[in-house]
């Protein structure tokens, strides 16, 4: 029980810092849609950064 | 109505027993570590010796190849700006120069036109003053003549009407007379 | 034109794979009955996701006959190096047959294989389902896992020998090269060369493209209806993110190395706390990260593909069976088209952190 609430709340924090990421990812390409392909690299960077610590929140925290 | 039902299967799974940390390290298996870390190794060894090397060894080359040809024809545009400058400039002097030779030609002829003209003007004006002056000499040659012809012919009329009128002594007197009134009158 | 054509390949590729999958895996136990209940389809999933000693293709139901073959198993036990074929275990996973080979006695439970205690003739269980009279031996068999590298391998090795070849007839590769090319670029270009530099990542090259286009392989692989799963093995990115690793330690620079141990520009009492958080970070968290990464990712991808499948059993009573089909039908090919792109972002971002981590190691630092 107490495991799957720790699941949400990391699923929660990872959804959030997701969000942030991508939108704005989405606000810099909108802004300069000439760096477009430097910016998605660098959030695909940051987001597989963070889903490494979201999955292993999630399989340590079980 | 669907959420209720695939949330009540997704308790019964109970999904959340699934993966834990026990069973993780449970499944690790040190057979399969090794297996895959020589195979890795291997796989990493000839893919660099049979495909990677030569595969990027012809990219740099064909790109190199690209870059090269790119600086060629760029050299090759230069090199064809030069020409055509100088075939610019070469067109620009043979016409200067064919300008001057036409200039040349064209002061050339006016010069033989004019030195004819005066040449021509010359020898015209010599032969008139030539014609003139026989001519003058010819006319004063002719009035001598007729002058002399005049004085001798009226020397001669003289001489006849003088014998006709000196046959007569009143006549000459009259004469005389006639002369002498004239002169006073005169 | 070319692109045209690839995207209908890859929409046909989809409706085959997420078709398959529902036919190859979803419907019959190894046993030959058929799974009905959630206890039982959690089990088949999570025996799938497991390593396996023979390659099992499916099961006739009514007969109850196996169509697989079985693969080699190579074991190092107390009594040294023992081979025979998985077919000697006659499909069982419960620890019931036991294999005796050269006065050893073997059984496989849970797809590892045990090696009982002398003097004991069955395997006896505790509450817990843990064997009390043997204990794991080491593993070295052509499991399903080795036989999926093996063939990950022998693809690669095919397809990219091909394209080296052809570089000999002329600069321009022909056929199956044209689309392996421009990957080998793009991994050249967007991948090594802004991490670690136009003057040092030609060294990291082979270890960057064999590992792309070995993962990116495996992950394609595992969404075929032939059922691997070897990058969702933890034992298999265990391995993979301990390469990463070993190469940037190996390959760290004098000014990584001084950085790392002895930051510069940092009040002296925090060096060493510092050198610790960043020593821990480069040989431990990394990566982890990298290795929970990838297993967590393709391990959830088979997972959700698979419990999406089950649905049409696990529904068939609430919507009935056309409804229930529609439903997984629908959901595990929209799954199936974002797994595809997983495969491809899992391998990309294994490569990309790989090189970003050997880039900071590499490093070189002009002032200071």
Request: glycine fraction near 8%.
């Amino acid at each position: 029980m107490y495991n799957l609430i720790g699941a949400g709340l990391i699923v929660i924090g990872g959804g959030i810092g997701l969000g942030q990421i991508g939108g704005k990812a989405m606000e810099g390409i909108a802004r300069q849609p000439e760096a477009a392909g430097k910016i998605q690299t660098a959030m695909i960077i940051i987001g597989a950064l963070l889903e490494g610590l979201a999955f292993g929140a999630l399989i340590l925290g079980k | 109505m669907v959420a209720e039902a695939v949330l009540k299967k997704i308790k019964q799974k109970k999904l959340s027993n699934l993966y834990s940390m026990e069973t993780l390290l449970n499944d690790f298996s040190v057979g399969l570590f090794v297996m895959q870390a020589v195979i890795l190794l291997i796989i990493i060894l000839l893919m660099r010796k049979f495909a990677w090397k030569p595969i990027l060894n012809a990219l740099d080359e064909r790109e190199g190849g690209i870059a090269n040809a790119l600086k060629s024809a760029e050299n090759a545009k230069l090199e064809m700006q030069n020409l055509q400058a100088d075939n610019q400039r070469l067109l620009k002097e043979a016409r200067a120069e064919r300008e001057e030779m036409l200039k040349e030609a064209r002061d050339m002829k006016n010069k033989i036109i004019e030195d004819a003209k005066t040449e021509a003007n010359d020898t015209a004006n010599k032969l008139v003053a030539q014609a003139q002056a026989s001519i003058e000499s010819e006319k004063k040659a002719a009035i001598a003549d007729l002058k002399s012809q005049v004085a001798n012919l009226s020397v001669e009329i003289a001489e006849k009407v003088v014998r006709t009128e000196l046959s007569n002594k009143d006549k000459q007197l009259q004469l005389v007379e006639t002369m002498l009134g004239e002169k006073s009158l005169n | 034109m070319v692109a045209k054509k690839s995207i209908k390949f890859i929409k046909f590729l989809v409706l085959f794979l997420v078709s398959f999958n529902g036919f190859a895996n979803g419907d019959k136990n190894p046993q030959g009955n058929t799974i009905d209940t959630p206890d039982e389809i959690k089990e088949y999933i999570s025996h799938h996701l497991k390593d396996s000693h023979d390659f099992h293709l499916f099961t006739n139901n009514a007969s109850g006959t196996h169509y697989s073959f079985p693969l080699p198993v190579i074991v190092w036990t107390s009594e040294g190096l023992k081979t025979f074929m998985s077919s000697a275990f006659h499909h069982d996973d419960a620890g019931h047959v036991i294999v005796e080979k050269g006065g050893v006695k073997l059984t496989k439970i849970h797809s590892k294989i045990y090696e009982l205690e002398s003097g004991a003739t069955s395997v006896s269980f505790d509450e817990d389902h843990h064997a009390t009279n043997a204990h794991k031996v080491l593993d070295l068999s052509i499991t399903k896992s080795v036989f999926g590298m093996l063939l990950a391998g022998l693809l690669m090795f095919l397809g990219f020998v091909a394209l080296a070849r052809s570089y000999k007839k002329g600069p321009i590769p022909t056929g199956f090269g044209r689309v392996l090319e421009p990957l080998v670029i793009y991994v050249r270009d967007d991948i090594a060369k802004p991490n670690i530099g136009d003057k040092k990542y030609r060294k990291f090259m082979g270890f960057l493209l064999t590992v792309f286009f070995f993962i990116w392989i495996l992950n394609l692989l595992g969404l075929t209806p032939l059922g691997f799963n070897v990058t969702g093995q933890i034992a298999v990115t265990v391995c993979l993110a301990l390469f990463t690793a070993v190469i940037y330690l190996f390959s760290g620079s004098k000014d990584f190395w001084a950085h790392t141990l002895w930051m510069p520009g940092v009040p002296v009492i925090l060096r060493p706390i510092l050198a610790v958080i960043e020593l821990v970070g480069f040989v431990l968290i990394k990566p982890f990260s990298l290795l929970v990464r990838l297993f967590a990712n393709m391990t959830a991808g088979h997972f959700v593909v698979m419990s999406l499948i089950a649905l049409m059993i696990t529904l068939k009573q609430d919507f009935g069976p056309a409804l229930s089909t529609g439903m997984s039908l629908v959901l595990a090919l929209f799954i199936s088209v974002i797994e595809i792109l997983v495969a491809f972002l899992q391998a990309f971002i294994f490569t990309m952190l790989s090189s970003l981590f050997i880039g900071m190691a590499v490093e070189e630092h002009d002032h200071h």
